[in-house]
C-alpha cells in the first residue's frame, strides 16, 4: 500500500547504503531496497571483500572510497550522490542487515505526508518490545539520544539509528561534516538550525546472527559526544567560552583571595595556590578571547550562501563517472535501473 502511494506521488526515491566489509549481507538490502526506490547507493568504505564486486553486480551506483575514512564521509557521499541524481528522497539504511528494507514504506509515508523533512526510524519509539540487543549497547544509545536531544533541541528516542529517510530540503540543506559516527548527531542537529521538522517511526532491528559492529562502544560514544560539543561550541561561542571564562575567573578570583590571606596570616606564599590563581586567570583570558573570535567569525560565516558554504565544508566525488552500460549518453541522470557508476578516490 504504501509502495504504491509513493508511485502514485511520483517521488524519486534514492537509497544509499553505506558499507564495510559486507559482503555476507550486501546482497540482501540490496535487492529489497530496489523495490521501494530508483535507484540504490552503495557507498564502498575501503572494503576489503567483495562488497563493491557484488553492489555493482546487483545494478547498484557504487561509489568507492579508497581507503576507510568513516562512516560519517559515506553518509556525505550519499547526500552528494543523492543530489546528482537530482532525488526527491534519500533513504539511509545500514548494510549489515539489521534494519528491514521492507519498512523503507513506513518512512517514506511521513515523507509523503508531509508530515516531516526527515523520517527516522526509532527502535525504542514502539511499545511491543521487539528491539532486542545488548543492554550496553541499547543503554550507550539512551544516553546519547539525551545528549543529542539536548543539543538539538528535539523530542527523540533513537538518536544514532542509521534508518532514516530525508525529503529534498534536508537533502539541500545538510551536507554532514564529521568523518565518523558523530555524522548522526550532527545532521539531527543542523536539522534544528535549518527548521527541519523531524518526525520518527517505529522500526524492528535485530542483532541476533549479525556479525559485532566494526566500532568500538566506546570510541563511537567519544565521537558522538565530541560531536554535540563542537557544535554547541559553533552555535553559541560566547555562551560556551564566555561561561568557561567566567567559571574560570571566579576559581581565580577565589584561590587569589585565599593566597592573599594565607601571606598576610603567615608571611609566606603557597606556590601550589599561586599556581593554581595565575593557571585559572590565563584559562580565563584566552576562554574570553576565543570566545569573542569565534563569535566574530562564526557570524561572518553565516553571511555566506548555504551553497558556496556546502560546497567548501563538502569533500566532493572525485574522478569522472563512467558510462552506465545500460545507456548510451554518459550525461543521462541514472533513473531506474540505467545506473551511473560514481567513483571517488
Known sequence: MEAGRRL???????VGIPAFNEEMTIAKVIARARRYSDFVIVVDDGSTDDTALIA??????????????GYGAAIRS????ARKMDADVLVTIDADGQHDADEIPNLLAGIEDNLADIVIGSRFSNTQGKTEGPRYRMAGIR??????????QKQLTDAQSGFRAYNRKAIERISPTEQGMGASAETLMKSYE???????VPITVRYNGLRTSTHNPLYHALEVIAS???FTTIRHPLAFYGGMSAVAAALAFAFGILTLSIYQKEGRVVTNLALLTIGLGIIAVVALFAAVILFTLITVIREIPRELRRELSSTPLTGNASDSPHSEDSSAKPTGNHLERYRAS
Open 8 to 14: 502514485e506521488r511520483k517521488l524519486k526515491v534514492a
Open 56 to 69: 555493482q553486480s546487483l545494478g547498484a551506483a557504487v561509489i568507492s572510497h579508497g581507503k576507510r575514512t
Open 78 to 81: 550519499c547526500f552528494e550522490a
Open 143 to 152: 544516553l546519547l539520544t539525551s545528549l543529542t536531544e539536548t543539543a538539538s
Open 194 to 200: 535549518e527548521n527541519l521538522r523531524v518526525l520518527e
Open 228 to 230: 554535540i560539543i563542537k
